[in-house]
């Protein structure tokens, strides 16, 4: 199979101007190297082995923005990643931060693992039900592959090794069914939430969080866009609620970093202080 043409940073920037000048989405804030990575996994997808086949299709065919953007979204995740967080948001944080009323935003979802995963922890915890979450993602595919709340078979043994890992106490097979070599998750996890699209730079973030779970999504971005994200996610959250990055992530040289105090250092979980 004839491979993918390098991208460049000349080829890079005009995929973006094709993506800006047509649709008006402006996607030069991202990294560099993590995006041409994204760009590459779609064009595998798509059968793509150009980037001027690519422009010329992001051009020509207009509904075609929607599978790109849902392709360059997909990341390489799973169910209960990090175990240990997810023990100690059991244990410790909503217990002690969320309440009947409480609100959650995931934003930047992609496959839905991560908003599973929690689904199923307050769902255990007997939460659920009373708090309010607000899932949001980049493009209108993701909003339809989310609420579907299926994955490939392939992807279940790790999950099931991280959920065995989470809890000792329940069964994984009770929240999901095996049919058509995917697993189908219970629909009533994602009952009460609201899956929307949404765009950082444009869009106004739900407000009043109590939570908001935002994992390993600032590496995708310039220090710049990095900093404008956590002025909106700081401005949405409640005094005293709780943040949660990536683990290889920190609130150190961000702008809005006084607004935070950390209180777990190895789950990366930070609480708003003013």
């Known amino acids: 199979m004839e491979e993918i043409s ?7 920037r005009n995929i973006i101007k094709a993506i800006s000048d047509n649709y008006g989405i402006d996607f030069s804030h991202k990294s560099f190297t993590a995006f041409v990575r994204s760009i590459e996994r779609a064009m595998v997808l798509n059968n793509i ?6 422009i010329s299709t992001l051009t020509t065919n207009k509904n075609f923005i929607h599978r790109f953007i849902s392709d360059i979204s997909i990341e390489e995740t799973e169910m209960f ?12 944080i909503i217990p002690q931060y969320i309440r009947k009323g409480s609100n959650i935003w995931v934003p930047e979802v992609t496959s839905g693992d991560e908003l599973i995963t929690l689904t199923i922890v307050l769902r255990e915890l007997g939460v659920l039900e009373h708090v309010k979450i607000t899932a949001t993602c980049f493009g209108r595919n993701q909003v339809d592959i989310i609420k579907e709340a299926a994955f490939p078979l392939k992807k279940m043994e790790v999950n099931i090794a991280n959920f065995n890992r ?18 189908y998750f219970d629909r009533e996890l994602l009952r009460g939430v ?14 009043n969080n109590h939570l908001v779970l935002y994992r390993n999504k600032m590496i995708y971005y310039n220090k710049r866009m990095q900093n404008s994200i ?7 959250m409640a005094m005293g609620s709780i943040f949660i990055c990536g683990v290889k992530e920190n609130l150190e040289s961000s ?5 935070f105090v950390l209180i777990n250092e190895n789950e990366s979980i930070y609480k708003k202080t003013n």
Do not use: C, H, V
């Open 6 to 12: 390098n991208i460049g940073i000349i080829e890079y």
């Open 194 to 207: 609201n899956i929307k699209q949404f765009e950082f730079i444009t869009d106004e973030p739900p407000q």
């Open 255 to 259: 702008n809005n970093e006084k607004s």
């Open 81 to 92: 990643r990090d175990p240990n967080l997810w023990i100690e948001l059991r244990d410790n």
């Open 49 to 54: 082995r150009s980037t001027d086949s690519l």
């Open 166 to 183: 989470y809890s000792a106490n329940s069964k994984f097979s009770e929240y999901y069914e095996e049919k058509n070599n995917r697993a």
């Open 230 to 236: 956590m002025s909106k996610i700081t401005d949405s």
